[in-house]
């Protein structure tokens, strides 16, 4: 059996604490599939002739899409003893992201919530959705529940 990697808990982690994410190209095939799954067929997505006449001169990937891709990306920094993802606060979508742009996130711890129950709390993170010439995508808050130590 495959040792777990060593997770972080609530108390493990100090304002300010910071994290960055490998990369992952985004793809037609992601766009693709993210269309079925979603049914959001529009235009600027699968069209490269209707996207050609676009502020962006080209197909662009879904901002859900991407924002999927980095709550995957969240998985290549160091893993949080986490219970669940709380939600999203003040997220915004900057910048498009075309085919073959490689995005990265970057975390910055910025509040710790206490919770109701002793054995848990919530960290809340600025995450930064980057590209390839570290423009910054997408940004918000990211409100993750985490397991206290001796839980």
Not at 35 to 60: C, P, Q, Y
Not at 67 to 84: E, K, P, V, Y
Not at 93 to 104: E, H, Q
Not at 105 to 112: A, F, S
């Amino acid at each position: 059996m495959a040792q777990e990697m060593a997770r972080l808990f609530y108390e493990d982690l100090n304002i300010g604490d910071q994290d960055q994410s490998t990369g992952r190209t985004i793809t037609e095939t992601d766009v693709v599939s993210f269309a079925g799954l979603s049914g959001d067929f529009n235009n600027m997505h699968i069209d490269e002739e209707f996207a050609k006449k676009t502020v962006f001169g080209t197909r662009v990937a879904h901002g859900l899409c991407v924002l999927s891709i980095a709550s995957g990306l969240w998985f290549t920094m160091q893993r949080l003893a986490t219970i669940a993802f709380m939600g999203l606060e003040d997220w915004r979508f900057s910048k498009a992201v075309k085919f073959d742009d490689t995005i990265r996130i970057t975390r910055n711890l910025v509040e710790k919530r206490e919770h109701k129950r002793p054995n848990m709390g919530f960290l809340i993170f600025e995450v930064k959705v980057h590209n390839q010439a570290d423009e910054v995508v997408q940004e918000g808050k990211w409100v993750i529940l985490v397991q206290r130590k001796g839980s």
